[in-house]
């Protein structure tokens, strides 16, 4: 399908929700807006990733406690998969580690089930477009847990402290972190021991630490393992 053909057609949304009523309201609130079409309803996350390669949603409306398999499996589960829809979470729980884990897993958006007609259609077609939609209160929860998160602001000083290393420094750290001695380091690297030993001592230096263990949590913060 061309981007024309693609721009014309409604947003195709399934629905996942164990509550039938709660399917049923936004269903009904759905059928009103013409560039939208519900053309999935599942009531459990295990039903999920078969009716996806059955009706090809554009966006999943997904809660997120249900009875057998949860949202956030859900979304693990959609979003390993090829050309995976966008998933909307659509809850009554408005705590940000919540919404914080289901960003983690993988959703494209988060609302919450007391959001207006007009936020739920608005965060549908956001998604759709790959512009992201969350619940404003959800959102300020968001901010504040970033600012007040003591890890935060140690994994913002480990990075800085860490872009200061050059990349071979980076390297040898990294290589610390994972229980590389000095000459396991310098076979891999095809360098000297001494070589080694004096990119160790350049690197505790600039980081501030005074030995290898302290370094390898600022490599692990700093994000050098993953």
């Known amino acids: 399908m061309d981007d024309t053909a693609a721009a014309a057609r409604p947003i195709r949304v399934m629905l996942v929700d164990d509550d039938p009523v709660v399917r049923m309201g936004v269903r009904h609130m759905l059928s009103v ?4 079409e519900v053309v999935s309803e599942v009531s459990d996350g295990d039903e999920v990733v078969a009716a996806v390669l059955a009706h090809r949603p554009d966006v999943i409306v997904l809660d997120v406690r249900m009875a057998r398999v949860s949202g956030l499996e859900t979304i693990r589960a959609v979003k390993a998969r090829p050309e995976a829809p966008k998933v909307l979470m659509f809850t009554v729980f408005d705590h ?8 983690e897993a993988g959703a494209d958006g988060f609302l919450l089930k007391s959001a207006s007609p ?6 549908i ?67 000297s021991e ?16 005074d030995n290898r263990a302290q370094a390898a949590v600022l490599a692990d913060r700093a994000g050098l393992l993953t």
């Not at 001592?201 to 980081?207: C, E, G, V």
Request: a neutral charge; hydrophobic letters at 45%; glycine letters at 8%.
């Open 33 to 36: 807006a013409p560039d939208i």
């Open 96 to 103: 940000d580690d919540v919404a914080g884990r289901a960003i």
């Open 125 to 191: 077609r956001n998604v759709a477009m790959g512009l992201g939609a969350v619940s404003p209160k959800t959102a300020a929860q968001l901010f504040t847990r970033v600012r007040e998160d003591p890890m935060t602001a140690q994994r913002a000083q480990a990075v800085g402290l860490v872009a200061e290393l050059t990349d071979r420094e980076r390297e040898i750290v990294a290589g610390l972190a994972r229980g590389r001695s000095n000459s396991a380091l310098a076979r891999e690297l095809f360098v």
């Open 194 to 209: 001494t070589t080694v030993k004096t990119h160790v001592s350049s690197a505790l230096a600039k980081l501030g630490v």
């Open 118 to 123: 007009e936020e739920i259609l608005s965060g």
